[in-house]
């Protein structure tokens, strides 16, 4: 794997694979933008790169293909093996081909295919060719050169629920808000869970994460891209029990409509009270995200983790994760 460079302002940056006759072998757990964010660091530094995805979509294009056809919503698959995608000119168009939705330039409302991602349509079209939602995935994968396999969490579809506060005070005026898209706007959100509470893990996912030397958690929408992976119960068995080490990566934003009012530390009291048995070894937080940083500290301190502290927001936007700064922290964080 060749070393990938980058001039910005007359600052270079640079991320070097680790060695490429051992790489280690990395599950990264999450959905949407933030595990976007993570791989698309992540695959400039090993070969050995698996994507653990959640499956409780319910909203835009996943939706509609979701509700109409009785499958696994595809969209947050489809962003991860965009991420996934090489740098190379065959990479870039792929990943831009399943990005790509249809919109009409004059009748939206009339237009059946209006806003789905080709991408979608793609993975849904293996699914049923195949009859096995895992293969189509690997034939996905194989046809973007894709730099590591993604997974869903469970086969199953499954929906995230929560109670949500409707004022200021804890534990009162609750109101059960059903369905990822909802719950993701809806805020004040006091628990969470997802149904069926029964649903089996994915075999595969179970499996890499048994075997991988390093677990990474997040980032993303904490209560419905992030925590989703510790409620369902044989994943969160799987981290608690595995050899790996794991790591949290913190949000840069963490003023969204779900998590209002949350700071660093009330993130990781989150993870706390799902997972009361998760130990951590590191955490990778950005100090513009933070503003205790020694209560953070402390917190972290009580999953058994060490802080490490670094800029890896984009030059231009603090709210975004540079691909290229998150890859160099994870390399020097792998490295020791």
Not at 173 to 190: D, H, R, S, W
Not at 308 to 313: G, L, P, S
Not at 320 to 331: E, Q
Request: proline residues 5%.
């Amino acid at each position: 794997m060749m070393d990938k460079t980058i001039t910005e302002h007359g600052e270079r940056l640079a991320v070097s694979p680790l060695s490429a006759s051992s790489p280690l072998r990395v599950v990264a757990l999450g959905g949407g933008h933030g595990l976007y964010a993570s791989l698309a660091a992540l695959k400039h530094v090993t070969s050995e790169l698996t994507a653990v995805v959640t499956v409780a979509d319910d909203g835009g294009s996943s939706g509609k293909l979701r509700e109409e056809m009785g499958v696994l919503p595809p969209g947050d698959l489809r962003m991860a093996l965009s991420a996934l995608c090489d740098d190379s000119e065959w990479g870039r168009t792929w990943a831009s081909v399943m990005q790509h939705r249809f919109k009409h330039p004059t009748s939206p409302e009339t237009f059946s295919l209006e806003n789905h991602a080709l991408g979608n349509l793609l993975i849904v079209s293996l699914w049923e060719l195949l009859g096995d939602p895992i293969a189509g995935l690997d034939w996905a994968g194989s046809l973007l050169g894709a730099r590591g396999r993604v997974l869903p969490m469970s086969l199953t579809p499954l929906v995230i629920s929560g109670e949500v506060r409707e004022g200021e005070h804890p534990g009162k005026g609750l109101t059960t808000v059903t369905g990822q898209a909802k719950l993701a706007k809806a805020g004040n959100i006091e628990t969470v869970r997802l149904e069926p509470a029964d649903a089996d893990a994915c075999d595969e996912a179970i499996e890499a994460i048994d075997t991988a030397d390093w677990v990474i958690l997040g980032p993303g929408s904490w209560y419905t891209s992030v925590l989703p992976h510790l409620l369902l119960p044989q994943t969160r068995r799987a981290i608690e029990r595995s050899s790996a080490r794991t790591c949290v990566v913190m949000n840069l934003e963490l003023a969204s409509d779900e998590t209002t009012g949350l700071d660093a530390r009330d993130h990781l009291m989150v993870l706390k009270k799902y997972a009361p048995d998760l130990q951590l070894d590191a955490i990778i937080a950005d100090p513009i995200a933070v503003a205790d940083r020694e209560s953070f500290e402390k917190t972290a301190s009580s999953f058994g983790a060490t802080v490490r502290w670094a800029a890896v927001h984009e030059r231009n936007n603090p709210f975004v994760h540079d691909s290229l700064k998150l890859g160099a922290t994870y390399r020097d964080l792998f490295a020791e």
